[in-house]
């Protein structure tokens, strides 16, 4: 039974991968996959064929105990398996509601005023540096749509601005790694309590950096980015704009970034900090005036049940269903480490322990793995396998392998997912153009971090 589960999961998961090939929504076997093994881990437990363990190693078995006992610890298992996934849920819907307030407010045309030149060499400089910072604000893939929404009205060559996304990608992770809130991982990380808000940016922010400048300052030699790009710098970038449009920016990115703050005094979880955030962005767009004839009529325009409307639930589904699946591996008991009986991911932990007794090299090929296969679950299962103590080295530095290695390939991480269907960029495009620029990326920032790690 336990192979069964184990290959339930691996179906599930080469479904995802292959979500493109297939034209199958990643969602649809996330779900159902966590579903499945969730029913044969039942079915499997009650019937004494193997024994579960919870989060604090309590391992409990339907035969060798009290059969009451045995349920209400399955049960507390799942429940809070479910509760730390709901944690990371409701953050997320927070974050991307508050994203499409802004967005709604037409808050990013902001942004476009930051960029005054023709110059193809400074614009990448410009767009890099906006992608790392957002990136760590609003996240790395509401970053990168913003971004490559942006660079549509500036450079018209779609050859050229193919270029300038691949290199938004790069950028986009590289800022999301070193933040709480800038990728999804490190918000998993940062919710479980494996890393603080403090530590990541102090540990993970160099590392991060190299990472995003070295690609840039190799991609700024290219013949490509040398010249001038053609379009009025004189336009005037007040058209689009609302009279909201500032307000919403500055008070959703404030709102976002008051999260951690709010963690560190209250000691709550972040979800919490969140949906204060929330609040607070939709009470005051509920008052503002977009418009200078703003009628009732329109702002149901501008309102928060429109930016509700419009968050991707598939994603939420997603992320559900994946985090589930890999907590039911989490909580099946597969083989005895040092005579006490382990769940599978913490079986798994040890073996590569054993096979590559270097913990670093481990972490590094996670990366590259996540450029591969989502890097979500990844971390997911890396979670259940350590057991490593707040803020150590370990933690700091799959956030970061796994936050940057995704740049590697197109479809690697959201950000790249996103800038693919948006320009519609070919895989063996980015393969052949990007992926060594982000490549160097990755390994320069991974030196960066062991140094510093290793002698500071």
Same mark, same amino acid.
């Given at each position: 039974?336990?192979?069964?589960?184990?290959?339930?999961?691996?179906?599930?998961?080469?479904?995802?991968?292959?979500?493109?090939?297939?034209?199958?929504?990643?969602t649809?076997?996330?779900?159902?996959m966590?579903?499945i093994?969730?029913?044969?881990?039942?079915?499997?437990?009650?019937?004494?064929?193997?024994?579960?363990?919870?989060?604090?190693?309590?391992?409990?078995?339907?035969?060798?105990?009290?059969?009451?006992?045995?349920?209400?610890?399955?049960?507390n298992?799942?429940?809070?398996?479910?509760?730390?996934?709901?944690?990371?849920?409701?953050f997320?819907?927070?974050a991307?509601?508050?994203?499409?307030?802004?967005?709604?407010?037409?808050?990013?045309?902001?942004?476009k005023?930051?960029?005054?030149?023709?110059?193809?060499?400074?614009?990448?400089?410009?767009?890099?540096?906006?992608?790392?910072i957002?990136?760590?604000?609003?996240?790395?893939?509401?970053?990168?749509?913003?971004?490559?929404?942006?660079?549509?009205?500036?450079?018209y060559?779609?050859?050229?601005?193919?270029?300038?996304?691949?290199?938004?990608?790069?950028?986009?992770?590289?800022?999301?790694?070193?933040?709480?809130i800038?990728?999804?991982?490190?918000?998993?990380?940062?919710?479980?309590?494996?890393?603080?808000?403090?530590?990541?940016?102090?540990?993970?922010?160099?590392?991060?950096?190299?990472?995003?400048?070295?690609?840039?300052?190799?991609?700024?030699?290219?013949?490509?980015?040398?010249?001038?790009?053609?379009?009025?710098?004189?336009?005037?970038?007040?058209?689009?704009?609302?009279?909201?449009?500032?307000?919403?920016?500055?008070?959703?990115?404030?709102?976002?970034?008051?999260?951690?703050?709010?963690?560190?005094?209250?000691?709550?979880?972040?979800?919490? #900090?969140? %949906? /204060?955030?929330? =609040?607070?962005?939709?009470? +005051?767009?509920?008052?503002?005036?977009?418009?200078? *004839? !703003?009628?009732?009529?329109r702002?149901?325009?501008?309102?928060?049940?429109?930016?509700?409307?419009?968050?991707?639930?598939?994603?939420?589904?997603?992320?559900?269903?994946?985090?589930?699946?890999?907590?039911?591996?989490?909580?099946?008991?597969?083989?005895?480490?040092?005579?006490?009986?382990?769940?599978?991911?913490?079986?798994?932990?040890?073996?590569?322990?054993?096979?590559?007794?270097?913990q670093?090299?481990?972490?590094?090929?996670?990366?590259?793995?996540?450029?591969?296969?989502?890097?979500?679950?990844?971390?997911?299962?890396?979670?259940?396998?350590?057991?490593?103590p707040m803020?150590?080295?370990?933690?700091?530095?799959?956030?970061?392998?796994?936050?940057t290695? #995704?740049? %590697? /390939?197109?479809? =690697?991480?959201?950000?790249? +997912?996103?800038?693919?269907?948006?320009?519609?960029? *070919? !895989?063996?495009?980015?393969?052949?153009?990007?992926?060594?620029?982000?490549?160097?990326?990755?390994?320069?920032?991974?030196?960066?971090?062991?140094?510093?790690?290793?002698?500071?």
């Amino acid at each position: 039974m336990e192979s069964i589960i184990i290959l339930v999961f691996a179906i599930g998961y080469l479904s995802i991968t292959l979500e493109h090939p297939l034209k199958l929504d990643k969602t649809v076997p996330a779900l159902i996959m966590a579903a499945i093994m969730w029913a044969l881990l039942a079915v499997g437990f009650t019937s004494g064929w193997f024994n579960v363990v919870d989060t604090h190693e309590n391992v409990f078995s339907f035969l060798g105990m009290d059969h009451h006992i045995a349920e209400e610890g399955f049960n507390n298992a799942l429940l809070h398996h479910l509760g730390k996934t709901a944690e990371i849920l409701v953050f997320l819907i927070g974050a991307m509601t508050i994203v499409e307030i802004i967005d709604l407010h037409r808050g990013f045309e902001i942004l476009k005023g930051a960029v005054k030149t023709k110059k193809k060499r400074k614009l990448l400089w410009i767009i890099g540096i906006l992608a790392f910072i957002l990136s760590a604000i609003i996240d790395n893939l509401t970053a990168t749509i913003v971004l490559i929404t942006l660079l549509r009205k500036l450079v018209y060559n779609r050859d050229e601005r193919l270029w300038f996304a691949g290199m938004v990608v790069i950028a986009a992770n590289a800022g999301g790694a070193w933040s709480p809130i800038g990728d999804v991982t490190t918000t998993m990380l940062w919710i479980a309590d494996k890393v603080s808000a403090l530590g990541l940016i102090e540990y993970i922010v160099i590392p991060s950096i190299i990472c995003f400048v070295v690609p840039f300052f190799i991609a700024s030699l290219l013949p490509v980015f040398k010249g001038d790009i053609y379009f009025d710098v004189n336009e005037d970038k007040e058209t689009e704009r609302l009279l909201s449009s500032k307000t919403m920016l500055f008070l959703g990115l404030g709102a976002i970034v008051s999260v951690p703050v709010f963690k560190t005094l209250t000691h709550l979880p972040p979800y919490m #900090g969140m %949906m /204060l955030a929330l =609040g607070v962005v939709w009470l +005051v767009s509920e008052y503002i005036h977009p418009e200078e *004839d !703003f009628t009732q009529e329109r702002r149901k325009q501008y309102s928060a049940h429109k930016a509700l409307s419009r968050i991707e639930i598939s994603s939420i589904l997603f992320f559900l269903g994946i985090l589930m699946a890999v907590a039911a591996l989490e909580t099946l008991v597969y083989g005895t480490i040092g005579g006490e009986e382990v769940g599978t991911l913490r079986y798994l932990a040890e073996v590569l322990q054993s096979a590559i007794p270097n913990q670093d090299v481990v972490v590094m090929m996670l990366g590259v793995f996540s450029a591969i296969i989502d890097n979500v679950p990844l971390v997911a299962a890396s979670m259940g396998m350590y057991t490593a103590p707040m803020d150590a080295q370990l933690w700091h530095f799959i956030a970061y392998s796994a936050g940057t290695g #995704g740049s %590697m /390939l197109i479809i =690697g991480s959201a950000a790249g +997912v996103a800038a693919m269907g948006m320009e519609k960029i *070919d !895989f063996i495009w980015y393969l052949k153009k990007i992926a060594w620029l982000a490549a160097v990326g990755f390994v320069a920032g991974a030196i960066a971090f062991l140094f510093i790690e290793n002698y500071f």
